[in-house]
């Protein structure tokens, strides 16, 4: 069984940095592209970065280019997402999700499993 665990998340001030980490279990994600998400209060959840675990290969929104950083350890199973020069408005919970395939996707609706998420908090 799939089960995706977060960690990592906290408190900041604005310019601070946090690394986001995904524990990935019961699977094997060679085949798998693997994506963080995050939803702040009253919006919808929205694509932040991804990473197709066979290749490594990214993909990032807008947003946070030059800022973040998603990666993975394939010999721990972990996805890390590293956040650079955070913003206020980078305050949100922050979901680790899988989806199989080689396509990478920014759409929440075709990742097949997420983890509970984690709140990050950037103060002004």
């Known amino acids: 069984q799939v089960q995706l665990v977060e960690s990592g998340g906290g408190l900041v001030q604005a310019g601070g940095s946090l690394r986001l980490s995904c524990a990935a279990s019961?699977?094997?994600?060679?085949?798998?592209?693997m994506g963080w998400f995050r939803q702040a209060p009253g919006k919808e959840r929205e694509f932040v970065a991804a990473?197709?675990?066979?290749?490594?290969?990214?993909a990032y929104a807008d947003s946070v280019k030059g800022r973040f950083t998603i990666s993975r350890d394939n010999a721990k199973n972990m996805v890390y997402l590293q956040m650079n020069s955070l913003k206020p408005e980078d305050t949100a919970v922050y979901y680790c999700?899988?989806?199989?395939?080689?396509?990478?996707?920014?759409?929440?609706?075709?990742?097949?499993?997420w983890g509970q998420g984690t709140q990050v908090t950037v103060s002004s």
């Open positions: 019961g699977h094997t994600y060679s085949s798998y592209i």
């Open positions: 999700a899988a989806r199989s395939g080689v396509v990478t996707t920014t759409t929440p609706l075709v990742y097949d499993y």
């Open positions: 990473i197709r675990w066979s290749l490594g290969s990214t």
